[in-house]
């Protein structure tokens, strides 16, 4: 399904780490640029505090494009979830 204003993408990726439940470490390949992204997960109370840190970004264009795909993403996840 196609949305109006909206785009599909793919990549592929490789987890290079995994620690219960604190953090995932992988790289991600889009297109012909390799980014570095790590997940950490912060338990504060009741909640969890997620941080995404992505990096190698050919451009500052790409990481505009990303973060805000990104942003979008975890809203869409918070409203799912229901916060």
Known sequence: MNIAGACEFSFTGTYDE???PERIA?????GPTVMSVVVEFFEQGKQTR???TQDGFPDENSCKTVSQGTTESF???DRLLGS
Request: glycine content about 0%.
């Open 18 to 20: 995994i620690v219960e």
């Open 26 to 30: 992988y790289h991600a390949q889009i």
């Open 50 to 52: 997620v941080v995404l």
């Open 75 to 77: 809203d869409k996840l």
